[in-house]
Nanobody, 124 residues
Framework: QVQLEESGGGSVQAGGSLRLSCDAS????????MAWFRQAPGKEREGVAR????????IYADSVKGRFTISRDNAGKMVYLQMNSLKVEDTATYYC?????????????????WGQGTQVTVSS
């Protein structure tokens, strides 16, 4: 079973920054993409950002454009989410995900492999 592992969550004040990391080394496909999703209490899981394993092309949710940056290492084994100018509404559990197909959109049901999540709490 492919298991991804997130790290780097924590608590920060509004306006601050955090960097999330995802160990995606268990995802050994030669292609596909990796993404970050988040889920706040009482809300549905939503896509945050996506990057291809073999290409730097990215997409972002409108709510995080200009503040968050997704990146990966050259081998596609580590995925990162740099989060700047954090807002209280960014508070959520953040999940790393990967899929071999369905990369053209950022939809939860398209993603095959998931991590357990890491909590991000932003206070005012």
């Amino acid at each position: 079973q492919v298991q991804l592992e997130e790290s780097g969550g924590g608590s920060v004040q509004a306006g601050g920054s955090l960097r999330l990391s995802c160990d995606a080394s268990a995802y050994t496909s030669d292609g596909g993409c990796m993404a970050w999703f988040r889920q706040a209490p009482g809300k549905e899981r939503e896509g945050v950002a996506r990057i291809y394993k073999l290409s730097p092309q990215t997409i972002y949710a409108d709510s995080v454009k200009g503040r968050f940056t997704i990146s990966r290492d050259n081998a596609g084994k580590m995925v990162y989410l740099q989060m700047n100018s954090l807002k209280v509404e960014d508070t959520a559990t953040y999940y790393c995900a990967a899929t071999r197909v369905g990369c053209h959109r950022l939809v939860e049901r398209d993603y095959e492999y998931w991590g357990q999540g890491t909590q991000v709490t932003v206070s005012s």
